[in-house]
């Protein structure tokens, strides 16, 4: 079982929709969990932190937990072209007496004009 | 956030030969790391440098193939040793800590190395 999953996609959706991607992982004691957005050929740029259960809302963005489902989220509203881009889902959690970052494989989202 | 810059952002090498990939911040930070992104997939954590110390390794990666510095809260390096093809790749450092944003990682804009 990979320790982060995502639907590889593409995850396609017309300009103005939202975007909903998902992300479940298997480390039950993951306390902070990122999303970084990826444009092509460029290195990932943190868009989202979220460390309690429940939603956090950030502009056009929103960030759902659920720790007891071990479930992620991250809702884009009124998606844009400029969207378009893989979105990596990272929770953290303690290893080895450090906190370690693990990355899912991402999800690859287009915003069709 | 912090200013990370990477030098080279780019090189092509001949397999057997060392590259090495230096990382800087523009303010002191916590935790320094590396990472490996190959064509297509996700980023795999090489290890963590440690200032003052030796790197903390993740499964499948050594010291004796990836050498890591860290001489103070601003620098670090990464050679890649002995190259082979199979080493072409993005390598990226990320910093933890940096503006008192604990937790959150931050990339620097990466170097892409092929080996021939």
């Known amino acids: 079982q990979k320790e982060v999953e995502q639907n590889s996609g593409p995850l396609s959706v017309p300009e103005g929709a939202i975007a909903s991607l998902n992300c479940t992982y298997s480390d039950r004691v993951s306390q902070s969990f990122f999303w970084y957005r990826q444009y092509s050929g460029k290195s990932p740029e943190l868009i989202m932190s979220?460390?309690?259960?429940g939603d956090k809302e950030d502009g056009r963005f929103t960030a759902q937990l659920n720790k007891a489902s071990q479930y992620v989220s991250l809702l884009i509203r009124d998606s844009q072209p400029s969207d378009s881009a893989t979105y990596l889902c990272?929770?953290?959690?303690?290893?080895?007496?450090?906190?370690?970052?693990?990355f899912g494989t991402g999800t690859k989202l287009q915003v069709i004009p | 956030s912090a200013v990370i810059s990477q030098k080279p952002s780019r090189d092509i090498c001949q397999r057997g030969t060392s590259l090495t990939i230096q990382c800087q911040v523009d303010s002191q930070v916590t935790m320094m790391f590396w990472y490996r992104q190959q064509p297509g997939q996700s980023l795999t954590l090489i290890a963590t440098a440690n200032q003052g110390s030796e790197a903390t390794y993740e499964s499948g990666f050594v010291i004796d193939k990836f050498p890591i510095s860290r001489p103070n809260l601003t620098f670090s390096t990464l050679t890649v040793s002995n190259m082979s093809p199979e080493d072409s790749s993005i390598y990226l450092c990320?910093?933890?800590?940096?503006?008192?944003?604990?937790?959150?990682?931050?990339f620097g804009p990466g170097t892409r190395l092929t080996v021939l």
């Open positions: 990272a929770p953290e959690a303690y290893s080895g007496g450090y906190q370690k970052v693990t």
């Open positions: 990320s910093v933890e800590g940096a503006g008192g944003r604990h937790n959150e990682q931050f």
């Open positions: 979220i460390y309690s259960n």
